[in-house]
């Protein structure tokens, strides 16, 4: 992609994250990053799919930010919500994307553009596939964003992925609704669309209707992925006297208890303070944090989506 259309996208983004509060520090510079290694791939695709789960997720975040932080709490003890996204976050979304930019550019260079954009014949399908995965990629996380962000304000209680006669808190890791999963749908049919509007205006021969229905199953099947592993790999921790979820900040995992049984006076106070003692694992077993579900959802869908595009 030509530096003279990417950097001034680039500053201007990374502008609105800073004024906007959508990013912290650290991860404003590990977007710029992810920026700069999708910009170097020869198709200009990755760095707009990476702009368009940006735009998406972070105007997702702000739908009614203070009707979503009274639906959870933080493990701070304030109100819940997401709040800036942290370097983490980043990389659990991008990371895999990122991969198969560097992996494009390490086989090819940044002179071979995939037969997709360039519309000649597919002779070497290595860099297509490679350009399927990162589209699955962002179809899977924008999906999984937009449901999580969106889901959370359905009038319906979620119930668990794993078990669906069980309703369950909102905010929970597993819990859907029927709001939530359209939500991801969206959200995996809007990457689709950019993809196919980007790629047949470049002269791409590429089969619209399957290409727009496979990533848009590919979304779909991410954001289940990530309640399925959510329910299964990740601890809910719910506060005993509210009833609400307790979310770590930046993805992490909330404290239950203590490794060690406090040896000082103080200690015993800032863990009362913390209300530590009022929390409760509600469903999953503590394996991963949100981020590592992320990434590993994320990861699954794009070598799946690199299997598919090989078949198309």
Known sequence: MRPIIAVPITLLLI??????????????????????????HPSALPFTLLCVFFLLGTTATKVKHEVKAKLTLSSSGSSGGEGPRTSIQVLANSGCASILCAVHLWLYGGGDVPAWVSGGSKKANIPDVLLFGIMANYAAVTADTLSSELGILSKSQ??????????????????????GLLAGVGGGSAVAATSILFLTSAGSNLNIVGTFLVLTALGAIGTLLDSLFGAVL????????????????????????????????????????????SRLVNTGADILDNNQINLLMASIVSITGMAVGNLL
């Open 158 to 179: 979620p119930v668990l992925i794993t078990h669906p006669w069980r309703v369950v808190p909102k905010g929970t890791n597993g819990g859907v609704t029927l709001a």
């Open 15 to 40: 502008i609105r994250s800073y004024t906007r509060r959508s990013l912290t520090i650290p991860g404003i510079l590990t977007a710029a990053l992810t920026a700069t290694i999708h910009a170097s």
């Open 234 to 277: 990740q601890a809910s921790v719910v506060d005993r006297r509210t009833g609400k979820i307790i979310e770590g900040a930046g993805g992490v995992r909330v404290l239950v208890k203590s490794k060690s049984k406090p040896h000082t006076q103080s200690q015993e106070h800032a863990r009362k303070d913390s209300g530590e003692e």
